[in-house]
Structures are given as structure tokens and as C-alpha cells.
């Protein structure tokens, strides 16, 4: 079983930054496929990005260029770095673990959720 923890989330002002954590237990970053959904009032959950245990990464067109998802195995805890952020990019990002098809990531477990809030 694996146990997702997120942390990171906020408010922030349009064009601001903020980096999403995810500590994980049960089974080592290293082994999993992970990444990162968002979910904004009234839409579906979206992908935002992922990270194979490989180190193979994929992003979303909206997050492509603004985005960097990484790994720090000490801490074993994925992370979601977000730069020049838009009123948009407000949502409940969650993170995730499970299985690649193709490119794809389907996860098997998600984390509790953080809010996301970007002011105009």
C-alpha cells in the first residue's frame, strides 16, 4: 500500500511561483510512476504531469514550459515546481502513483489533495 501526502499549496499572485510536494510511504519514489492531477471547481481532474520511475517526465500542453516535476530520493518526495502562474492554474492538485500506458500515467493511489489559489 502506498500512502500519498501532499503539501506546498497556497495563494499566490498571477505570475508567482510555488512548489508542490508529495512525500510518499509504503514503497520508495524511486520504484513508482508518479505525478500530479488538478482539479478546478466544476471541471474534471486533469493531468498536469508525471514522472516514471525511470526518470522519464511528461507534461501537460498547459503545463509545458512553466512546470518541472522532480524527485528527491532521500526524502523520497516527488515535487511540482510551478512558475508564472495564472488565475487558470487554480485548482485541488493532487498527487499520484501507478501504472504508465503509453504516456499516460493511471494511478492506483492519490494523495489527499492541496488548494491552489492564483489572484489576479
Known amino acids: 500500500q502506498v500512502q500519498l501526502v501532499e503539501s506546498g499549496g497556497g495563494l499566490v499572485e498571477a505570475g508567482g511561483s510555488l512548489r508542490l510536494s508529495c512525500t510518499a510511504s509504503g514503497r520508495t519514489v524511486s520504484t513508482l510512476n508518479m505525478g500530479w492531477f488538478r482539479q478546478a471547481p466544476g471541471k474534471e481532474r486533469e493531468f498536469v504531469a508525471a514522472?516514471?520511475?525511470?526518470?522519464?517526465?511528461y507534461y501537460a500542453d498547459s503545463a509545458k514550459g512553466r512546470s518541472t516535476v522532480s524527485r528527491d530520493f532521500a526524502k523520497n518526495t516527488l515535487y511540482l515546481e510551478m512558475n508564472n502562474l495564472k488565475p487558470e492554474d487554480t485548482a485541488v492538485y493532487y498527487c499520484?502513483?501507478?501504472?504508465?500506458?503509453?504516456?499516460?500515467?493511471?494511478?492506483?493511489?492519490w494523495g489527499q489533495g492541496t488548494q491552489v489559489t492564483v489572484s489576479s
Open positions: 499520484a502513483a501507478g501504472g504508465f500506458i503509453r504516456v499516460t500515467l493511471v494511478p492506483a493511489y
Open positions: 514522472i516514471t520511475w525511470s526518470s522519464a517526465t
